[in-house]
């Protein structure tokens, strides 16, 4: 057999191994009308073939070893491959299947999602600025602003009360006239407003 | 800056501003006095007459310079809580006043501005007392015939 004729025999023994045989094997047409052989008869013919060729046998073993060798190693080095990336590749193609989601809400959310470190950050430090302000802000009346925080006006015992005093009084087109009058429930203020007209007729 | 700590920013001043408003304004409704007004119309007549609600200021009426009259009637009354440096309108039955809290003094006594306007809307008083809480003022407006209009108010 010339050397062509034995490589073609032994990518046939090979495709036979690997189980991918579908065409002729050593010149031997199957009986197919479109000249490929059936599998019955591809079976016969490789069988026979190495029944009657030691070297054949030995190179079929010595295939199906690498073979199994070379399936180990792909699935060892499947295993070492650590679950995280492989959750990581399954994350990045189930976002990739989804469809993306339109509505308001869930815009908001993968805002949040999006930024969830920064909304934390300024969250967290708002609420120290807040606490800040409240716990230096000042809580006894400032000087500068009489009144100031002056919640509730002490209603002092009637003996120790100061007279009222008139800071201004203006009376347009009229006269006035102030009277205090002090009882036991405190002092009165009247003041007693004369119409202009009142006073032309005195 | 970058638009991410743009966000930062605007979120750390969405919260902290309105914490901070919150808190001046709660410092500023401290400030603040409840008042009492009462509008009363005074005459001269033959059965002498006070209403019940006006017991509060029963006995001075009964006193000089009001017993020019004897005959008192309750014409409104008017609860209200005075924020400094704000006028508070005062809806009367015959004309119309305002009052401003101007500032609390000493913990005990209120500086306050009224205003008084005839049923004409002609201002006839502008004045501004300190007076003690729980103290009166007594504003009196002569009307026709000889009448009375007076506007009591006390605060605490």
């Known amino acids: 057999m010339s050397e062509p004729a034995d490589a073609r025999s032994d990518?046939?023994?090979m495709e036979y191994a690997d189980g991918e045989i579908d065409g002729q094997i050593d010149g031997q047409p199957g009986g197919q009308p479109d000249g490929q052989i059936n599998e019955e008869t591809a079976?016969?013919?490789?069988a026979a073939r190495l029944a009657r060729d030691p070297d054949a046998r030995v190179k079929v073993a010595a295939i199906k070893q690498i073979g199994e060798?070379?399936?180990g190693h792909l699935?060892?080095?499947a295993d070492a491959v650590h679950d995280a990336k492989f959750a990581a590749m399954w994350r990045r193609i189930d976002d990739q299947l989804e469809q993306p989601a339109t509505g308001l809400w869930a815009r908001v959310s993968r805002w949040f999602d999006r930024y969830r470190g920064h909304v934390i950050t300024g969250a967290v430090s708002a609420g120290a600025v807040a606490a800040l302000a409240l716990i230096l802000r000042p809580s006894t009346p400032d000087p500068g602003i009489p009144g100031r925080n002056a919640a509730a006006i002490d209603v002092r015992p009637v003996a120790l009360r100061a007279t009222p005093e008139i800071d201004s009084?203006?009376?347009p087109g009229g006269s006035s006239t102030v009277i205090n009058l002090d009882d036991e429930d405190g002092h009165t203020t009247v003041i007693w407003l004369t119409p202009a007209d009142t006073v032309e007729g005195i | 800056m970058t638009s991410r700590r743009w966000v930062t920013v605007a979120i750390l001043m969405m919260v902290v501003v309105p914490a901070l408003a919150g808190t001046m304004k709660e410092a500023r409704a401290d400030v603040t006095?409840?008042?009492e007004f009462l509008e009363i119309s005074a005459k001269a007549g033959g059965k002498p007459a006070i209403d019940a609600e006006l017991s509060p200021v029963e006995k001075k009426l009964k006193k000089p310079p009001f017993s020019t009259w004897n005959q008192f009637k309750l014409l409104s009354r008017s609860q209200k809580s005075l924020v400094k440096k704000k006028a508070e309108p005062v809806s009367l039955k015959i004309g119309a006043a305002t009052a401003t809290l101007v500032e609390i003094v000493d913990k005990s006594k209120v500086r306050l501005t009224v205003t008084m306007d005839d049923?004409?809307?002609?201002q006839v008083a502008n004045n501004t007392t300190t007076v003690e809480a729980g103290d009166y003022v007594i504003y009196v407006h002569g009307l026709a015939n000889n009448d009375g209009h007076l506007l009591s108010l006390t605060c605490k």
């Open chain 1, 11 to 13: 990518l046939a023994l």
């Open chain 1, 43 to 46: 079976d016969a013919v490789v």
């Open chain 1, 69 to 71: 060798l070379v399936r």
């Open chain 1, 75 to 77: 699935e060892l080095s």
């Open chain 1, 169 to 171: 009084l203006d009376t």
């Open chain 2, 33 to 35: 006095t409840d008042c």
């Open chain 2, 119 to 122: 049923e004409k809307g002609k």
